[in-house]
């Protein structure tokens, strides 16, 4: 196993523009994380799944955000209308939770950068 | 709900020297977890350390330790003889022990190491 692989590294659109990540946990971990970090800033918190069941979000996650992990695997996160405040990184972690999580840490994918325009 | 701050925005050490990155928190859960991640230019977050509340001795993980006190509510992480590849932005990080186990972060502190 690679790794938590994200895709696409890097996405720029126009303002009001919907757009789709997608990212690829580690196979054996059930817990899939979303969280947004701005320049300079440490990642907050998105959503996060165990399984295929969404179990938190954030307030942060407004309602032009919608996230899905169909079956437990994969993830994606949509942004529909694009807004220029929605420009960040958005990293997708996964871990496989309860002891190992302390032991290993969350396993980070490289992100996804977004820039509207 | 917990609060992770990291006062120092910027750090520069020379080659080989120790260098301590601070970390306090905020939490009134009795069980929870520590962790410091590595984020270098490229982006991605790195796992580096990681400490139990419960845990009595201070965490290490090679040239990595994390000085843990408890009363102080620091999480202070200490990397020896440091490299030119250390040189990236750090996070400190806290997580209850149950439930989401979701990450809450620092603002970070980038490390420039010197030759």
């Known amino acids: 196993d690679t790794g938590v692989s994200q895709n696409p590294r890097h996405k720029i659109t126009k303002r009001g523009q919907n757009v789709t990540f997608r990212c690829d946990p580690i196979s054996e971990h059930n817990r899939l994380y979303w969280y947004r970090q701005t320049l300079g800033q440490g990642p907050e918190f998105l959503t996060y799944f165990q399984n295929e069941a969404q179990l938190e979000k954030s307030r942060l996650l407004s309602d032009r955000f919608s996230a899905e992990r169909p079956k437990g695997s994969f993830s994606t996160l949509e942004i529909q209308r694009t807004e220029q405040g929605d420009s960040a990184m958005y990293l997708c972690?996964?871990?496989?939770?309860?002891?190992?999580?302390?032991?290993?840490?969350?396993?980070f994918g490289s992100g996804t950068r977004l820039t509207v325009v | 709900a917990q609060k992770i701050t990291q006062t120092q925005p910027g750090m520069f050490v020379q080659e080989k020297e120790a260098v301590t990155l601070d970390c306090t928190y905020d939490?009134?859960?009795?069980?929870?977890?520590l962790f410091w991640y590595k984020q270098p230019s490229s982006g991605e977050m790195i796992f580096l350390i990681y400490q139990g509340s419960y845990d009595e001795q201070n965490a290490t993980e090679g040239r990595y330790s994390l000085n843990f006190q408890k009363a102080r509510k620091s999480a202070n992480l200490v990397i020896s003889a440091s490299q030119l590849g250390d040189s990236a932005m750090y996070f400190c990080a806290m997580s209850r022990r149950g439930g989401a186990q979701k990450l809450v972060f620092g603002q970070g502190t980038r490390l420039t190491i010197n030759p």
């Open positions: 972690a996964s871990s496989a939770g309860g002891a190992d999580l302390f032991n290993y840490g969350y396993t």
């Open positions: 939490t009134s859960d009795q069980s929870y977890g």
